[in-house]
């Protein structure tokens, strides 16, 4: 008896959690820095979150910050400082996609978010009538290569 009264409040307890996560924003996912393809990947797996809850808003949040660069033969890596308005570049990259995918990145919200350490790209869900995820840049400032990150990027520019 004594079982089943556990099994019963622990039941509980687990419909309730469950139902309070599905009320707010959720992280997807999040990737500090990619390969186009990896890239590529996030974004079409994004769409499939979003497409399998229809009432959700997605967000992407885009922080600037260095860039992982692969050497030769891509078994090791150093990272590079960004170039001036590196994340919104890696934002209109990422629209980019979007469109490719015959999504309209009109129904996304993009946030560039500040700065870390690191580049690094959310992707959220948000459920209809929750707020918003707010970016939590972890820098204040960095430091940035002389040049500048191109306005129109391709695909190729990852």
């Not at 622990?10 to 959690?17: L, Y």
Request: net charge positive.
């Amino acid at each position: 008896m004594r079982n089943l009264i556990f099994s019963f409040v622990f039941i509980i307890f687990w419909a309730f959690s469950v139902s309070a996560q599905a009320e707010g924003a959720r992280k997807i996912d999040d990737v500090e820095t990619y390969f186009c393809d990896d890239l590529k990947a996030r974004v079409h797996n994004f769409i499939t979150e979003i497409n399998y809850e229809k009432d959700s808003k997605g967000y992407v949040i885009v922080y600037e910050g260095k860039i992982k660069k692969y050497n030769r033969g891509g078994m090791t890596f150093t990272y590079v400082l960004p170039r001036k308005g590196e994340a919104n570049s890696r934002v209109e990259l990422i629209k980019q996609h979007f469109k490719f995918l015959a999504y309209p990145p009109e129904d996304i919200v993009f946030i560039n978010g500040g700065f870390r350490e690191n580049l690094t790209v959310e992707f959220w869900l948000v459920p209809k009538n929750a707020e918003p995820p707010e970016p939590t840049p972890t820098l204040k400032n960095i430091k940035h290569q002389k040049r500048k990150a191109p306005k129109k990027p391709q695909m190729g520019d990852c």
